[in-house]
């Protein structure tokens, strides 16, 4: 059966913005807008601040994929096919920008055929766009309603998960839940009804091949 890359849904980072150059600069030009916002976002500089570590951790990134010819140049194919498809590049660096695109994410899975989706590629995706750094800055932004709706939109973007994937989600989710365990206690109750169903499913196929079975041997039995 064909499935669908959910990768295609996850905008490419747009490291140009990251280090606030333009996407002809040259090498110089890169190593010099790095350093200065490395002097300026560098831990040692900014503290104990969730924010400044997250977007350096980010610049880095940037660097060093296009300080890397090989990385640059595999980087900008993935930049040129996205804006070619129409996907907007990520850019997301504030609370606000982070949730504006979980939520794009979440309405694009449950707008996709999930026969044809790939469930292992929805998994990786998932865990790719709840990374811990945007847990960190959701965290920072010391609002609860925000650390919330990123989780009710986990939760619901993983629907589709079966269950031990939809596990391996949540422990890549614990910066968060950790801070909402009533939070975690529903999905958890949710998560035990998917396996009931799953056991209960996995007994039908075997069924379904038993009844088959018994009819063939009752018409052949009827027909002698």
Excluded at 164 to 193: G, P, V, Y
Aim: glycine content about 2%; proline content about 3%; charged content about 25%.
């Amino acid at each position: 059966m064909y499935r669908i890359n959910i990768f295609v849904v996850m905008p490419v980072k747009d490291y140009y913005t990251l280090l606030k150059i333009e996407p002809n600069a040259d090498l110089a030009t890169i190593k010099k807008a790095y350093r200065k916002l490395a002097l300026q976002y560098h831990p040692d500089k900014t503290g104990n601040n969730h924010y400044t570590e997250s977007y350096y951790r980010e610049i880095q990134e940037a660097y060093l994929t296009l300080s890397d010819t090989r990385k640059r140049e595999e980087y900008l194919y993935h930049r040129w096919l996205e804006k070619s498809m129409g996907h907007s590049l990520d850019s997301a660096l504030t609370p606000v920008q982070i949730i504006q695109l979980f939520l794009k994410t979440e309405q694009y899975i449950h707008g996709t055929d999930s026969f044809k989706m790939d469930k292992y590629h929805l998994l990786e995706h998932l865990k790719q766009l709840y990374s811990i750094g945007r847990q960190e800055i959701i965290i920072s932004s010391n609002d609860e309603q925000l650390e919330k709706e990123s989780l009710r939109l986990a939760m619901e973007s993983s629907k589709l998960l079966p269950s031990e994937a939809q596990f391996n989600f949540q422990i890549q989710l614990q910066m968060l839940l950790s801070r909402h365990t009533k939070i975690q206690e529903d999905w958890n109750e949710t998560l035990n009804a998917v396996i009931k169903k799953e056991k209960m499913d996995s007994f039908k196929i075997p069924i379904v091949i038993l009844i088959t079975i018994l009819i063939c041997l009752a018409i052949l039995l009827i027909s002698k």
